[in-house]
């Protein structure tokens, strides 16, 4: 199946909002510091990702192992951007780059971004792609240095939506809303392998 690869996400004029879950010691600290602290392991690459309900496929709704708690990071559009724009996919074949152009390309960056089917609120498959944007050194260290603009705990609302999903009463409407975020510069969507 061919999916439509564009980013879908929850953003205003200056800031998108991306997912991440992680345990109970990671959550605490990041949300009382409103960023990361001693206990986030910053030698380890770490996946941001804009969509809501592919986050709750992946954490299982907040129930896997070490993704109890799933944390919103509204960051500033134009860390996103810039991300966006070092970005090398994970598979070279998605964009017909030879092995050695984009072995080069993959180990000169700090930016990865992999696409995965999106989901729906009972997490089956949808027709569009989800885009998890994965970082480590020196863009990791940017990020979490002047990227982060709030950190919001989304945990309690997640256990809520969650026991409604199990007893059908979960509503598209009742989660956050994502629409289509521009991505307009030509060179970026080639090497993402955008339509």
Request: hydrophobic letters at 35%; aromatic letters at 12%.
């Amino acid at each position: 199946m061919e999916y439509i690869k564009e980013v879908y996400a929850q953003y205003d004029k200056e800031r998108i909002r991306i997912y991440q879950a992680y345990n109970q010691s990671i959550a605490e600290e990041a949300i009382r510091l409103q960023t990361f602290g001693n206990n986030f392991n910053v030698n380890r690459m770490t996946w941001i990702k804009p969509s809501f309900l592919w986050m709750m496929y992946r954490s299982n709704w907040g129930t896997k192992k070490n993704q109890e708690f799933i944390l919103a990071l509204d960051i500033k559009r134009e860390t996103f951007d810039r991300l966006l724009s070092q970005a090398i996919l994970t598979s070279p074949e998605a964009i017909g780059q030879s092995g050695a152009d984009w072995e080069k390309a993959f180990e000169d960056t700090a930016v990865y971004c992999q696409w995965d089917p999106d989901r729906n609120i009972n997490g089956k498959a949808i027709q569009r792609a989800a885009i998890q944007i994965g970082l480590k050194g020196t863009a990791l260290r940017e990020f979490l240095d002047n990227g982060i603009y709030r950190i919001v705990d989304m945990t309690p609302n997640v256990r809520k939506w969650n026991e409604q999903r199990k007893h059908g009463k979960l509503s598209i409407k009742d989660i956050p809303a994502e629409r289509l975020y521009p991505i307009e510069n030509k060179s970026t969507r080639n090497r993402l392998n955008m339509k």
